[in-house]
């Protein structure tokens, strides 16, 4: 199972936005409320950070989906849902996120480094926020919108100020750890090492530090071996050192043939330039400086043979060091060359002040309607597509089980002007309107859905324009139906009016009881 990942695929998504309340405050002797529905709390985001205790994305690469907490719905009585946790993803110092197609979206370099790497959505407003003058109680909430889900590509790259190249068993591994604190893997096999190790040396003053990198061979810029796996970990180096072997068994082998193939592996490994600082100097990977450490001469064939090279290698311009990591011989040497050149590359960024890009304000432009209009066309019929980030959050805001809450979406569409550039592009009523990109929402376009809504006396939850066609009685209708209701009331009093002239109508019985009762008394008198 392996213990070193340094490349791993990332799916990340944010939280989910909690959705609004739609809730009226109803109270003893308060019988006008208002509405009091909460507002729904934003979604976690993802968030990329550095950690110095973290040095392998392993954790990644067994688990490679992670997902932000949502954020939690509005209540009534104003209460507002819980924002969403933020999702905290520790990865090494030195670590490249980029998109699958290889841009680069942030170097992380340095301690505490951070990158939002997916944004959490954000909460629906609770129908005490969607309340206005003309629409005082909204019978419906906005929806939560989903978090930013994506894929990105976490690439680590080693931070050493000195990396170590060669062929495999050269004693790069045996070099690092007589000169640090280092304990790599030592074995007398080729590509022992299979993870780029670091160590950090002290040279008088200077501290700095050296990456063993796993051995080279003919053709590893293109892939052969481990070398092309793990060449990006030489890109942030300050300088190279060819760890060369004096000592080998190998016939056909020799420290200038050697130098050769990894001089030529170098030149064409392509140095990634996306990831280079903001004044956008790399400098590619063979000419950077170099030293050249002739290593195992604590052998008669080792050091014989260092001495036959020496020169040759002196006459190409190198700085040549005999030296033997099994007795430490020449290493210190080696260790205060090494430190001289890192101290120069650290002096050099200290004096050179950095190349600032300008920054550039773009205000959106006075015409610019936030949205543009795509003419398609699908089963020979045209249809329209809106592409834009407001009417594309919008329908994901919006509850279309709710007719109210599809009447306020058509209000935002057209006071956007969405409805008068689809007339400018041709559409006609019936036509196929599909927002975002995809699927999409689709409708009918119907010229009629225009703003207005908070002046429809339409009952709280519902809008008249979503109402069928044939439900809605015309202005004449209406006008006919209230002659007959007039027609009618005139027509029964008239027929009243009637009946009492006539003497139909009739006293009550509790009218004729107390008649009869007078008269009895009446009598009773008359006989006394």
């Known amino acids: ?132 003058q003309k629409r005082k109680a909204p019978g419906f909430a906005l929806l939560g919108v989903p978090g930013e889900s994506r894929d990105v590509v976490l690439e680590l790259k080693s931070i050493a100020d000195i990396a170590l190249v060669g062929f495999p068993s050269a004693g790069k591994s045996s070099l690092i750890a007589a000169m640090s604190a280092a304990r790599p893997k030592i074995a007398d096999y080729p590509f022992t090492t299979l993870i780029p190790n670091l160590g950090v040396v002290e040279a008088g003053d200077v501290r700095f530090t050296i990456a063993d990198v796993p051995g080279l061979i003919e053709g590893a810029s293109e892939g ?28 056909d082998r020799d420290p200038l043939s050697d130098l050769a193939i990894i001089e030529q592996e170098l030149d064409r490994y392509a140095v990634d330039m996306s990831f280079a600082g903001v004044d956008g100097d790399v400098v590619p990977l063979n000419e950077r400086p170099k030293l050249v450490a002739l290593n195992k001469i604590d052998t008669s064939d080792g050091r014989d043979m260092a001495e036959f090279v020496r020169g040759d290698l002196e006459a190409r311009g190198y700085r040549v060091f005999e030296i033997s990591a099994a007795s430490h011989e020449g290493l210190r040497q080696l260790g205060f060359a090494m430190a001289e050149i890192v101290q120069n590359a650290r002096n050099e960024v200290k004096t050179t002040p950095p190349k600032v890009q300008p920054v550039v304000l773009r205000p959106r432009a006075v015409n610019e309607a936030g949205f543009r209009i795509r003419r398609e066309e699908k089963n020979l019929e045209p249809l329209f597509r809106v592409i834009g980030d407001k009417p594309e959050k919008w329908v994901l805001q919006t509850d279309f089980t709710n007719e109210e809450a599809i009447g306020y979406l058509a209000d935002r569409l057209a006071k956007l002007g969405v409805e008068t550039q689809l007339f400018k592009s041709g559409a006609k009523p019936g036509d196929t309107v599909v927002i975002g990109e995809g699927d999409g929402m689709v409708f009918d376009w119907e010229p009629t859905m225009m703003g207005g809504a908070e002046h429809l006396a339409s009952p709280r939850g519902t809008d008249l324009r979503i109402a069928e066609m044939g439900d809605r009685p015309t202005r004449a209708q209406k006008k006919e139906e209230q002659a007959e209701r007039s027609d009618a009331k005139a027509a029964g009093r008239a027929e009243l009016e009637a009946e009492r002239k006539a003497g139909i109508w009739t006293e009550s019985t509790s009218r004729k009881r107390k008649d009869v009762n007078m008269v009895r008394e009446s009598q009773l008198g008359d006989d006394d």
């Open 224 to 251: 052969k071996g481990l070398g092309h796996h793990f060449l990006r970990h030489v890109e942030r180096c300050a300088a190279l050192v060819h760890v060369l072997d004096c000592a080998t068994l190998e016939s």
């Open 1 to 132: 199972m392996a213990s070193f990942v340094d490349r791993v695929v990332l799916h990340v998504s944010g939280g989910t936005g909690g959705h609004g309340c739609v809730s009226v405050k109803r109270e003893k002797f308060k019988p006008l409320g208002g509405p009091d529905g909460g507002n729904g709390g934003d979604g976690g985001d993802v968030i990329l950070r550095v950690s110095d205790q973290t040095t392998t994305l392993l954790d990644y690469h067994h688990a490679p989906h992670r997902h932000a907490s949502n954020g939690g719905p509005g209540m009534g009585d104003w209460r507002n849902g819980k924002t969403g946790e933020t999702l905290i993803l520790n990865v090494p110092d030195g670590t490249v996120v980029k998109t699958k197609d290889g841009q680069v979206l942030a170097d992380l370099v340095g301690e505490g480094t951070e990158y939002i790497a997916s944004a959490g959505g954000q909460g629906g407003l609770g129908n005490s926020s969607l309340s206005s």
